[in-house]
């Protein structure tokens, strides 16, 4: 029987796989789809045994932001947002674990700058982005106006913002968009070897380089090297840096478990 779930979880070892599932529509967000994806993303962050995440979505398409005919979030555009956007943004930014977006084809509106929060992109040769929201006179959202310029500077930001012009994914890696632009057919596998590569990491400290960065983005050159040492601190306290020396003068692989 087909599994009608509007995201759909997939295990391969350490590595979970998400799947946005309204291929008709592109997977775009409705609010079902929403509480969807955050039990979803709340389970992975809970379940030990989860050590990266992967986020993609069915058929031809990633996510075409908001579902423009979904009528419980279509009247209050500024609380959908609040409400459902922010906490979604923030949620991918807090995962214990590095979070892949696998974008396997279009990605427009909140579904790009949800792509876009994500740690690492992998995007196939054929998808691209498309910052949607002028065509409907909205600002980009999901975090867009932070992510945007921090990722690509403020020309390219407003340029791609304002245009609503649709970017392909060579050209997203190209200008530092996104990690990876792969070959449609090797996209899938391409991405879950990275996806066990990162899971046979030290995935808290990934973490936490994750969440320093960011800060470090917002504070002073003194602020950052005071965060860094106070992030080394807990880390070098923590179990996977005793492992990652010990193995490293006994010349085997390390063996990290901490999250
Ligand atoms: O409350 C709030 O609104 C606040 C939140 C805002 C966040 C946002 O994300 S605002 C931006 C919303 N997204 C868009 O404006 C994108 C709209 N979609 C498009 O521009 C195009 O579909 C694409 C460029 C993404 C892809 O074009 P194409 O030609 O490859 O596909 P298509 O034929 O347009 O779409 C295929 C189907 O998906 C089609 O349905 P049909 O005719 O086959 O039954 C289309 O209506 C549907 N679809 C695509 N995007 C959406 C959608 N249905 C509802 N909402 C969508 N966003």
Same mark, same amino acid.
């Given at each position: 029987?087909?599994?009608?779930? %509007?995201v759909?979880?997939?295990?391969?070892g350490?590595?979970r796989?998400l799947?946005?599932?309204?291929?008709?529509?592109?997977?775009s967000?409705?609010?079902?789809?929403h509480?969807? %994806?955050?039990?979803?993303?709340?389970? *992975?962050?809970?379940?030990s045994?989860v050590r990266?995440?992967?986020?993609?979505g069915?058929?031809?398409?990633? $996510?075409?932001?908001?579902?423009?005919?979904?009528?419980?979030?279509?009247?209050?555009?500024?609380?959908v947002v609040?409400?459902?956007y #922010?906490?979604?943004?923030?949620?991918?930014?807090?995962?214990?674990?590095?979070?892949? /977006?696998?974008?396997?084809?279009?990605? /427009?509106?909140?579904?790009?700058?949800? &792509?876009?929060?994500?740690? %690492?992109?992998?995007a196939?040769?054929?998808?691209?982005?498309?910052? /949607?929201?002028?065509?409907?006179?909205?600002?980009?959202? $999901?975090?867009?106006t932070?992510?945007?310029?921090?990722? *690509?500077?403020? !020309?390219?930001?407003?340029?791609?913002?304002?245009?609503?012009? #649709?970017?392909?994914?060579?050209e !997203?890696?190209?200008?530092? %968009?996104?990690?990876r $632009?792969i070959d449609d057919? &090797?996209?899938?596998?391409?991405?879950?070897?990275l996806?066990?590569?990162?899971?046979?990491?030290?995935?808290?400290?990934?973490?936490?380089? +994750? +969440? *320093?960065?960011?800060e &470090?983005m917002?504070i002073?050159?003194a602020?950052?090297?005071?965060?860094?040492?106070?992030a080394?601190?807990?880390?070098g /306290? !923590?179990?996977?840096?005793?492992?990652?020396?010990?193995a490293?003068?006994? #010349?085997?692989? &390390?063996k990290f478990?901490?999250?």
């Amino acid at each position: 029987m087909p599994d009608d779930s %509007l995201v759909l979880a997939a295990a391969q070892g350490p590595v979970r796989t998400l799947t946005l599932n309204r291929p008709a529509a592109l997977n775009s967000f409705t609010g079902a789809m929403h509480r969807e %994806l955050r039990a979803a993303l709340d389970a *992975v962050a809970g379940d030990s045994s989860v050590r990266c995440l992967v986020i993609t979505g069915a058929g031809r398409g990633f $996510c075409a932001g908001q579902d423009l005919n979904d009528a419980e979030l279509g009247t209050d555009v500024g609380g959908v947002v609040e409400r459902i956007y #922010k906490p979604l943004a923030l949620r991918i930014r807090s995962m214990p674990v590095p979070v892949i /977006a696998m974008v396997n084809g279009v990605a /427009a509106g909140a579904g790009a700058n949800f &792509a876009f929060g994500c740690d %690492l992109v992998m995007a196939a040769r054929s998808a691209s982005f498309i910052q /949607a929201f002028s065509k409907i006179a909205l600002i980009p959202d $999901c975090g867009g106006t932070w992510l945007l310029p921090r990722l *690509v500077g403020r !020309a390219r930001a407003l340029g791609l913002a304002m245009t609503g012009e #649709k970017l392909s994914a060579d050209e !997203a890696e190209r200008i530092g %968009l996104i990690w990876r $632009c792969i070959d449609d057919a &090797a996209l899938a596998e391409q991405t879950m070897a990275l996806a066990q590569r990162l899971a046979a990491m030290p995935v808290k400290a990934l973490a936490a380089t +994750r +969440r *320093v960065l960011d800060e &470090a983005m917002m504070i002073s050159y003194a602020d950052a090297l005071s965060l860094e040492a106070k992030a080394q601190a807990e880390l070098g /306290a !923590a179990g996977d840096f005793r492992e990652g020396v010990t193995a490293f003068l006994e #010349k085997r692989a &390390a063996k990290f478990s901490d999250r």
